[in-house]
């Protein structure tokens, strides 16, 4: 009998298993968590960026609203503490000095500048307010500027200049403002109820920037 070579058993291919995909799919799993904690580890970082600036903005903004406020007579020499004009006092002063450097800087006159000052001695005491009346209770600054889109914004209206440079707009767009006694023409700017209520300030009003316009008083934010 003829010898036979022995055949050797045909190779069986193996399928490639499932079980070897799944650590590829562990792999885009485990990518796509970490790239995830990524994203919110970098906005939680960015939160933390933008609240630390806040509070230095905060920080930087009160520190400059406490700045002193200082007052020179015509010597250069401070102002004894205490020392008022009509009865104001410093922080009430600078405020009428930045009434007054605004209505100059828009060409307003002098009696201009006296029914401005008049208006705010009548409406806030010459104090910039945070608040309003039961009347307007979104009235805010030195003229107790309403909300209503005819004053700007509510910087502007606690700013003592820019506030005083609206009024100053709205005087003297009246054609006959200066024919008027000074508390009508308040009034025709302020449109509050009583047309009198400013003329009790006119004297202190007149008295005071008499002080600034000659120069016999300085006030600045130091």
Not at 68 to 78: F, I, M, V
Not at 134 to 157: K, M
Not at 162 to 173: D, I, M, T
Request: aromatic share 4%.
């Amino acid at each position: 009998m003829p010898t036979r070579t022995p055949t050797r058993p045909a190779s069986r291919r193996r399928r490639p298993s499932s079980k070897r995909r799944r650590p590829t799919t562990k792999r885009r799993r485990s990518s796509t968590i970490t790239r995830r904690r990524e994203t919110r580890f970098a906005l939680v970082i960015a939160g933390v960026v933008a609240a630390i600036a806040l509070l230095i903005g905060v920080a930087s903004m009160n520190s400059a609203g406490n700045a002193a406020l200082a007052c020179l007579d015509e010597t250069g020499r401070p102002l004894e503490e205490g020392t008022t004009i009509a009865g104001y006092g410093a922080e009430q002063l600078a405020n009428a000095t930045a009434i007054v450097d605004a209505g100059v800087a828009v060409g307003a006159p002098i009696e201009a500048q006296r029914i401005a000052v008049m208006t705010a001695m009548g409406e806030s005491g010459l104090r910039v307010l945070d608040h309003g009346d039961a009347v307007g209770p979104d009235s805010r600054g030195l003229f107790q500027q309403r909300d209503n889109g005819g004053w700007g914004s509510y910087e502007d209206r606690m700013n003592p200049t820019v506030s005083a440079a609206n009024f100053y707009r709205a005087l003297l767009a009246l054609p006959d403002w200066q024919s008027l006694e000074p508390t009508v023409a308040a009034h025709r700017v302020q449109i509050n109820a009583d047309e009198r209520h400013y003329e009790r300030f006119y004297p202190a009003a007149h008295e005071v920037v008499a002080a600034i316009t000659e120069r016999s008083l300085t006030c600045s934010v130091g």
